[in-house]
Structures are given as C-alpha cells and as structure tokens.
C-alpha cells in the first residue's frame, strides 16, 4: 500500500469493524425470520463474497470494499453463533459448547498471525499479502456445507416458530445424554416457558426495555464493556508495540504469532476445564481485575524500556502483552459471548443480541481508528484510557451480573426476577400423550400411503 499513513492503516482495521458492526444490526432484522441455520448459512455466502474481493483486489478501493463485506459477514455470525449454541447446549455443558464460538475466534488469530508470518518470507510482491487472504475464501464454503448437511437446527428457535414436532425431534438429538422421560419433562418445560415468553411479545425496543429491562441491558453491557477493555486495540496494533521497542521486522511477526497462540490455548484450557466449573460470573470479575493489573504493569514497562537499550527490559515489555492476551482470551472471551447470549429470553435473543454485538463493534471502530494517532501522540498512556474502562466494567458486572451456570436458558429468568413457569407431572404426561398420538398418527397415514401405492 505504499507506506500508508497512520489514518490509513486505522480505516483498513477500521471500515472491517464497521461492517461487523452493520451485520449484527442485519441480525436483529432478519436473523429470526430466516431462522438460524439459513442466516449462518446466507452469511458463509456473503464471507466468501468479501474474501475474494480482497484477495483479487487491485486498489485500495477495491480492498477496502471487500473488507467491509467480510466484515458484515463476521458481524452477523459473531452475534448468531453463541446464541445458536446456546439453545443447543444440556445446562452442564453450555459453557463448553457455547465457548467454542471464542475458541474459534482466538484459533483463527492464531493461524492468521503464522500465516503472516510464513508469508513474510515470500518474494516481495503481491503473494505476500495475496496468500493470506485467499487461505481464508475456503472456509466460508466449508461451513455452508456443515450447516446444510449435519448440524441440528435450534429447537427453540423451532418452537418460537410453531414447529412444535421438529422442536422436538430437534431436541431428541441434541440432548442424547437425557432418558427417554427426562426429554419429555424437560421439552415441557422448555416449551411452556417459551409459550409464556411469547404471549409477552414485544413489538418495539421500548417494550423490550420495559419487561425485560435489565436482561437487555446486562446483554448490552457486556458486549459494549468487553470492547473497552482494549483487547482489539493491543491486537491489531500489537506490531506497532514491538516496534516501539526497536523489535526487528522478523521477531515481531513471530511474536505475533505467539501472541495467537497464547490466545488459544489460554481459551481452549479454560473454555474445557473452568467456565461451567466455576462460572461465568466469577470468570468475568476475575478477568477484568486481571487486566486492570497488567495493563498497569504494560504501561510502567513499556515507559521504562521504550526508549532504552536494555534488552531485558524490553522482553519483560513484551512479556506484558503476553500476560495481557493469556488473561483475556482465559477470562473474557467465550464467556462474555456466551453470556450476552444465554441471558436473554427467546423473544429478544436476536434483537438485543445483534444490539449488543453492533455496541461492540461500533466501540471497537472508534478506539480502534483512534488506536495508531494515540500510540504516536500519547504512548503507553493509552492503556491507563482501558484501565479505567475496566474498572467500570468490573463494578457494574459485581453488582448486576448474575451466575446462569448449570442453568437451563428458561430458568435463567428467575436470576432476574421473572417468572418460571411450572409444569406438573400430569402436564407433563399430557403433552407426551397428545405427541405419542401425533407419532402413530403420522406413522399410520404414511403406511397407508405406502399400501396404496402397493
């Protein structure tokens, strides 16, 4: 590009935020409609689409333009996948399988950082920058392929659909792990609570703020606060960092790749080994204390050592961005995600969800463009601004964040203060008969179909 400018290099990181931004609004409008699976999969279509435009590109433009559909791609589906994994999820395990929506985010740091690594090796030109854009044009297609083929649809979603027999056949599959009168109690339950929900359908966003106020919120919240603790700041311009330590061109690509390599295995150990163990309340308090001491502790070293020629200096500097990523892919990443989706009732899950994720997003551009003209002008300063973010997020999330562990999505309502519905046995029992029925029904006309046919 030609040496791009400061404001350049921001608006490159910047316009790919925005279109997240614009993709989970998308979300809210006709994730619903289209139901989960077909709007992942008109997403992976759209992904595609962006990635190969960037990869062919032959202007800043045109590059440009093909950052911001990939963007509204990834915006779409970071805001739909907790939520679909989510409603997919047993109650002991939903921190494991919702978690792995920011397992795959810190696995595609990951491997983004080597392979810019790798590719710094390549002859000068158009493949060094070329190579790593096309390596992400396949997985768009992959991902439609398993969503069309093998992956279950969200019997939630189903039964806010009226879809009551593909609910529960749905349902069946997912939790494999229930006896055959545990499925039944716990689908009653499932579907007596959505039934509730839906009778208090909400039509406008004022509504949603006046019966479900405080769940909306905490959604909102966590999205919005996960932002301004800095982490994509540090991420994107982790190279600018390196660089102000006099870091050669070569280590700093490698460091990078360190930095995503850390990310994931920090996310993958706590994601299997903490989230449904501990929880999600204790991970995020957790979490943001951390961050609030290592940012203090990045901002002293890289003061210190910037400017100096002590070599051990510098790598306690980096080990600062280090100890900054370990803490927030292990505490804050799945679970925040996961979080914002789990304590929403069915009604809003998409609606405040694609709410929550545009605040993200939309934050995210704004500290984001601001990030290299902050580093240039204030330095290691710029991290006491995400401190006291932190510390922010830290207060509200002791005082309003409740623990949804171990907790079915329908019974999360009680840790607000909204009702639970109840179902008896005989309900129970009552609801498996007239389905029962449904079944022999069912089986009995297509036999006959098959009779006549004969």
């Known amino acids: 590009m030609n040496h791009p400018s400061n404001g350049l290099t921001g608006a490159v990181v910047a316009v ?22 077909r709007f992942m999969q008109l ?14 590109s032959v202007n800043i433009g045109m590059f440009l333009a093909g950052r911001l559909i990939a963007g509204i791609a990834v915006g779409g589906m970071v805001a739909t996948v907790p939520i679909y994994l989510s409603e997919i999820s047993a109650p002991d395990q939903r921190g494991l399988i919702g978690g792995l929506s920011g397992c795959g985010i810190s696995f595609g740091t990951m491997i983004s950082n080597w392979v810019g690594f790798a590719c710094s090796y390549a002859p000068y030109g158009p493949t060094q920058w070329r190579l790593p854009l096309a390596i992400q044009i396949p997985w768009g297609i992959i991902m439609f392929i398993g969503l069309a083929t093998f992956m279950p649809d969200s019997p939630r979603q189903l039964l806010r659909n009226g879809k009551v027999e593909a609910a529960r056949r749905e349902f069946a599959k997912v939790r494999r792990d229930l006896q ?4 039944h109690e716990e689908f009653a339950f499932m579907h007596a609570q959505i039934e509730f929900e839906m009778a208090r359908e909400v039509t406008s966003y004022r509504e949603v703020f006046t019966l479900f106020g405080r769940r909306a919120m905490v959604s909102i919240i966590v999205q919005t606060m996960t932002s301004l603790t800095g982490i994509n700041v540090i991420q994107y311009f982790q ?14 690509l490698a460091l990078a790749g360190v930095y995503g390599t850390v990310a994931f295995i920090s996310n993958a150990i706590t994601t299997r080994f903490l989230t449904d163990q501990w929880g999600r309340r204790k991970m995020i308090l957790a979490g943001c204390g951390g961050l609030i001491l290592i940012m203090i502790y990045s901002a002293v070293m890289q003061r210190e050592f910037q400017s100096s020629d002590n070599r051990i200096g510098k790598g306690f500097s980096v080990l600062g961005i280090y100890l900054y990523v370990a803490c927030y892919y292990a505490m804050i990443n799945s679970t925040t995600w ?4 789990e304590v929403l009732p069915i009604a809003l899950r998409s ?9 993200h997003f939309i934050v995210n551009v704004a500290i984001t463009e601001a990030g290299p003209s902050a580093f240039a002008n204030i330095g290691e300063n710029y991290y006491y601004v995400f401190v006291g973010c932190t510390a922010c997020f830290f207060g509200i999330a002791y005082v309003y964040f409740p623990e949804t562990r171990h907790k079915t999505l329908e019974e999360i309502a009680r840790a607000f203060g909204d009702k639970v519905v109840l179902v008896s046995e005989g309900e129970v029992g009552a609801k498996q008969a007239v389905l029962e029925g449904r079944d022999e029904e069912s089986a009995s006309v297509t036999k006959a179909k098959v009779e006549h046919k004969n």
Not at 43 to 56: E, F, K, P, R, S
């Open 43 to 56: 997403l992976c279509i759209i992904v595609t689409i962006g990635t190969t435009i960037q990869t062919a």
């Open 338 to 341: 996961l979080y914002g989706a």
């Open 239 to 252: 190279t600018t960092l390196y660089k102000s330590l006099g870091i050669g061109r070569e280590t700093i």
């Open 351 to 359: 609606k405040v969800m694609g709410l929550a994720a545009a605040g």
């Open 180 to 183: 055959s009168h545990e499925v």
């Open 16 to 37: 790919y935020i925005a279109g997240e931004a614009v993709g989970a609004l998308g979300q809210t409008l006709i994730g619903d409609r289209l139901g989960r699976i």
